[in-house]
């Protein structure tokens, strides 16, 4: 399908929990439009910025608004040390984090609070030795391959 590349004043933007965003902006030519896409870091960018939006033709909605579909939305404006170099997101999805051992950190963290989590929900706090286990599961779940043929034919379960 056929873009157009334009740039904009942002107005403001509203995140959705499934990584879209709402875009209020007003072109060059004085109208005001709505933006649907994916932008990292939208909440952080000020009235007045500047973006570069790659987007299909513009479109009627059923209630006779006009919108359109970014497949790129850029902030032009702003320092660069305040916005994240991830403000730039394609159609193909947001950018995965680079460091390994960042991914590994993160999901260890949410892993092991959700099984402390869980273990406290009954009423009872972990002992050291408690814990120890907990953090030896969590390890054990995050090393594990996914879908891996051997795993499954072993007797030892990833978890």
Known sequence: METETFECSFKKAFEKDDG???VYITKDDGS???IYG???GSSRWQKGDRLKIAAQPVRTSKTGKQYQTA??????SG???STPAT???????VQ??????DQFSEKYRLTMSNLIGSYMSGGKIPTESEFQQIDNLVRKVLEAKAN???EMLSDDAPF
């Open 71 to 76: 497949s790129m939305i850029e902030n032009l």
């Open 79 to 81: 320092d660069s040390s």
């Open 32 to 34: 005001d439009m709505t």
């Open 96 to 101: 995965a984090v680079r460091n390994i051992n």
């Open 38 to 40: 994916e932008a990292l």
């Open 148 to 150: 891996s043929v051997d």
């Open 87 to 93: 403000n730039i997101v394609s159609s193909s999805g």
């Open 20 to 22: 879209q965003v709402t």
